[in-house]
C-alpha cells in the first residue's frame, strides 16, 4: 500500500430543479431533481494508514468522529473489502453544513472513490454507489461524478447536460436539517411526474422553496434581494439560494454588491466532478510510476 498524502476535491451540488411527486411507505420521498456540480467545495488530503486507525483533523465541529460521513464512508468501505486498512485524513471544509450544497454527502462520496483508489479495494462504481445509498439519498451521485436528472429518492440517475452556467449562491445565517423539511405537513408532495424533456423546457423550480421562505424568514430575504438581480432559486432543502448567470463577470458584479448581511461566493456549474478529474490524475501518476519502476 503506497502510504503518501494525496489531495481529493468534494464539491458542492446545486439542484437546478426539484420537484416532491410522492411518499413512499417508509416517510422517504419520490423526487424528480437535476443535479449540476459546482468548481467549488472542500478538500481532503489522505493518507493511507497499514494499521485499522481513521483520523480525522481537524474535527468537524458539532460532528463525532464516527458519526462523520467521512468516517463511516471509510468503515463501510474497509467492512465491504474485508481488510485491515486506516488513514489519516485531513479536512479543509468551505461548504456549510445543513446548506442544500451536499457538502457531507460529497465528503462521503470522495472518502469511497479515493480510499477505493487508495486502499486498492476494486469496487465499481456502481457497488460504491450502492454502498453510497446506505450513507445518504445525495452519496450515489457524487460517486458517479456527473450532472444527473435524479428519480426514486435521488438514486436512480439518468447523465443530462445542463448549461454550464455561473452562479452566485448565498447562505442565509441559518442551517436547515434535511428531516425537518420532509417532516412538515404541508410541503408539496404532489407535482405531477414529467418526462425528462418537459422539465428542461418548464421553468425550474424546487417545490420546497415555499415552505421553507415561510419557516425560516432568513431565506426569504436573502432570495427576495438574489430575485432583483437574476433568476434565483433554492437548492436541495436549503438554506443555501443561488442566483444564475450567463458570465462570471456578471455573477462577480453582483457578489459585489450583497449587503453586509449576506455572504456568498461565485462558482461555475459543471457537469463533470472535478473528483472524476482528480481520480484520473492520480490513476494516471500511479501507472507513469509503476513503468518507470518495471
Ligand atoms: C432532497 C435533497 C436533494 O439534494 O436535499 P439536500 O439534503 O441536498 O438539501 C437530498 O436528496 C437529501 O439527501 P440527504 O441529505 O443525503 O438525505 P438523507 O440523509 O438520505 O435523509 C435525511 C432525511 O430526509 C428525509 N428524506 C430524504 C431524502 C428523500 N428523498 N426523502 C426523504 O424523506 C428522510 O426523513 C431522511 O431521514
Ligand atoms: N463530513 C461532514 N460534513 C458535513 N456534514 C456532515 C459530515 N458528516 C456528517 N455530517 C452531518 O450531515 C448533515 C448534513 O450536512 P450537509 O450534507 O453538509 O448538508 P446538506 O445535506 O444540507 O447539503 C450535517 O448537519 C451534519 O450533521
Known amino acids: 500500500m503506497n502510504t503518501q498524502t494525496t489531495s481529493w476535491p468534494a464539491p458542492a451540488k446545486l439542484n437546478l430543479f426539484l420537484y416532491i411527486t410522492g411518499q413512499r411507505p417508509n416517510g422517504y420521498h419520490e423526487l424528480q431533481t437535476l443535479f449540476q456540480f459546482l468548481d467549488y467545495g472542500d478538500t481532503l488530503s489522505i493518507t493511507p494508514r497499514k494499521d485499522d486507525i481513521i483520523t480525522l483533523t481537524p474535527a468537524v465541529e458539532g460532528v ?23 488513514a489519516d485524513i485531513g479536512i479543509q471544509k468551505v461548504l456549510p453544513m445543513g446548506g442544500g450544497l451536499g457538502g457531507g454527502s460529497s465528503n462521503a462520496a470522495t472518502t469511497l472513490v479515493a480510499l477505493n483508489f487508495l486502499w486498492q479495494t476494486g469496487f465499481s462504481p456502481d457497488e460504491l454507489a450502492e454502498l453510497g445509498l446506505a450513507l445518504g439519498a445525495d ?52 407535482t405531477p411526474k414529467r418526462q425528462l424533456n418537459v422539465l428542461l423546457d418548464s421553468k425550474y423550480e424546487n417545490d420546497c422553496e415555499k415552505i421553507v421562505r415561510r419557516i425560516y424568514p432568513e431565506v426569504d430575504k436573502a432570495l427576495s434581494w438574489l430575485l432583483e438581480y437574476a433568476p434565483s432559486r433554492l437548492t436541495g432543502t436549503g438554506a443555501c439560494v443561488f ?48 513503468l518507470g519502476r518495471n
Open 139 to 190: 452519496v450515489p451521485v457524487f460517486v458517479r461524478g456527473f450532472s444527473a436528472f435524479a428519480e426514486g429518492i435521488g438514486e436512480q440517475l439518468h447523465p443530462a447536460e445542463p448549461e454550464e452556467k455561473w452562479y452566485l449562491v448565498v447562505k442565509p445565517e441559518v442551517s436547515i436539517a434535511t428531516v425537518d423539511v420532509f417532516t412538515a405537513p404541508d410541503l408539496t408532495r404532489n
Open 64 to 86: 463525532a468522529l464516527e458519526e462523520n460521513l467521512i468516517y463511516r464512508a471509510a468503515d463501510a468501505l474497509r467492512k465491504k473489502a474485508g481488510i485491515t486498512a486506516g
Open 243 to 290: 442566483a444564475e448567470f450567463s458570465s462570471q463577470q456578471a455573477a462577480t458584479a453582483t457578489l459585489k454588491k450583497l449587503p453586509d448581511w449576506l455572504r456568498g461566493f461565485v462558482a461555475k456549474g459543471v457537469n463533470q466532478s472535478p473528483l472524476m478529474t482528480a481520480l484520473r490524475r492520480h490513476t494516471a501518476e500511479s501507472q507513469s510510476i509503476q
